[in-house]
């Protein structure tokens, strides 16, 4: 497993509003600190958010060219297009009360630092043909090249600072095979096979040894961050009560990402500086 390590550090030093508040000279630190850990306890998947590369589409029959044709091109051409959700979603979150925990007296020079840690892992995402464009039968060649994961906090649901970003590597290819019906259904409803062969091992195995061998191939690398919060980010004030969360986006094209259960947690420590 490789580790890739990003850090992203916001710290302002300005004033009242900075990090450290100077009073004659001097720094003066409350001796109470206040922390909080919070773990990702279940399992989280972000699908794929775009299709992977058709590099080959291939209709079954001669029969079916009429109809068959112009979806396979449609196919083609939906090659790295975006599905799905594009938006960022949460899988660490706590809500702060700062009048409770820290006291209105450290609103203005208080600061909080956020620190996480989150192992991704990435899966080639196998698309259905026909839900692209039906009726299709046939099989198509899938392949899924690298790309960006990102991860970013957010203070009520607003994004401080740049996301932290990770490359998943290359995960190969795989083939998908839609069959043709006995006679064409009225209407259409081609049905996507669970049939499928990736070519991601030696030529000569089973199809079943060879989707493992592919399968065993996930990425798996764990991205860490950090921020520094201060009253700054909040107009000067701290408000009694806000909510951390720590966001992921899927960037990928056509693979899947997956954080384990327990594999990431997010640490908050206040200092409540005067």
């Known amino acids: 497993m490789k580790l890739f390590t990003g850090i992203l550090a916001v710290a302002l030093f300005c004033g009242g509003g900075g990090l450290f508040a100077q009073s004659g000279g001097g720094v003066a630190i409350s001796p109470v600190l206040k922390s909080f850990s919070v773990g990702g306890e279940d399992s989280v998947s972000f699908p794929a958010t775009h299709y992977p590369i058709f590099s080959e589409v291939r209709p079954s029959a001669a029969e079916w060219a009429a109809d068959a044709g112009p979806c396979a091109a449609k196919i ?3 090659s790295g297009l975006a599905k799905g959700s594009q938006k960022p979603l949460s899988i660490l979150s706590k809500i702060i009360n700062f009048h409770k925990e820290v006291g209105d007296a450290y609103s203005k020079t208080a600061a909080i630092m956020v620190t996480w840690t989150v192992r991704i892992e990435g899966n080639a995402e196998l698309a259905n043909p026909p839900s692209v464009c ?12 690298e790309g960006d994961a990102d991860v970013m906090l957010y203070v009520d649901g607003v994004q401080k600072g740049r996301a932290v970003s990770m490359t998943i590597p290359d995960m190969g290819q795989l083939t998908s095979f839609t069959p043709l019906p006995a006679k064409p259904p009225p209407p259409y409803s081609p049905q996507f ?3 499928h062969c990736s070519h991601c091992s030696p030529v000569g195995q089973s199809c079943d040894s060879v989707e493992a061998a592919c399968r065993a191939r996930t990425h798996d690398p764990t991205v860490t961050g950090t921020a ?3 009253a700054a980010d909040f107009g000067g004030t701290f408000p009694s009560e ?3 969360d720590i966001m992921w986006m899927n960037k990928t094209t056509g693979s ?8 990431r947690n997010m640490i908050i420590t206040i200092l409540p500086v005067k």
């Open 76 to 78: 083609r051409a939906s």
């Open 134 to 145: 039906s009726p299709f039968y046939g099989d198509t060649t899938q392949k899924f090249p």
């Open 193 to 195: 096979s669970d049939y």
């Open 228 to 230: 520094t919060l201060t």
């Open 242 to 244: 806000f909510q951390l």
């Open 256 to 263: 899947a990402i997956v954080s384990p259960a327990g594999m």
